[in-house]
């Protein structure tokens, strides 16, 4: 059996058509003290959209997004309804430029600091979506953690220092080492296929109390291989802080 590691490669928009929504986190929301909107934060999976993708903030505008693959946006105000609804450019039977609806969600309302993970792919040409909506809120998921989510299509053991465990198809589950300092960390990822264990990684992270890592397994497009493909999202402490103190100063300069 192989396995692959990658971050946010390019042509992961071919992989992701059954990929499943996994749960959402509790909190409570977070807002623009202007207009007292919702805002929320994008991740796309793919640097290379498909197509310009316009958040709608109310009936008549239009927000372009802008995206960078493996980056947190910065933050943007909600439709008042709270339903993420994501738009690109279209033409009308009668040659009018219009905004063609291309995915929505709803972003539930006890979220503290929603994070949205976009992956876009291309079938025949014509570009879609799939997203999932999390909690991101330090208090959630704290540095330090690491945020394992199962989209294979089987029962998934994690074991991380010591410690085992087990993820349905479609669950994930945030683990926090008791470790202060950076260590190398014994991790293990096993799939339950008809009942019996396959170990699909075996290895050594570098674990860092300034860092929080997010880790997709994902079932491999060669089904006759049964490759088993893993990739990560990794925020730095530093980076958090920032993003954090820019919206504050923004809204101290209100």
Known sequence: MKFKSHIFPPHFICLFGCVLLFPLFAGAVEKSEDTGAQQIRFLAWSEHQPQS????????????????????????????????????????????????????????????????????????????????????????????SYRVMNFTPFLLVFEIDGKAHRLKTGEQVIVKPKLQRRENIAVRFYVLENGEPQLIRQTFWRHKPSQRLMVFVIKGKDTQTGDYVLYTITEREAVYRRLHETKNESENEK
């Open 53 to 144: 993708l316009y958040l709608q903030t109310d009936a008549e505008n239009f927000v372009l997004l802008s995206l960078r693959s493996n980056q947190r946006s910065t933050l943007y105000d909600l439709h008042p309804s709270r339903r993420v609804r994501l738009f690109t450019d279209g033409i009308d039977a009668e040659g009018n430029k219009i905004k063609v609806l291309v995915y929505e969600t709803t972003v539930p309302d006890e979220l503290e600091e929603p994070l949205l993970i976009l992956f876009s792919m291309l079938r025949d040409g014509k570009a879609s979506y799939r997203a999932t909506v999390m909690e991101d809120a330090e208090s959630t998921f704290s540095f330090g």
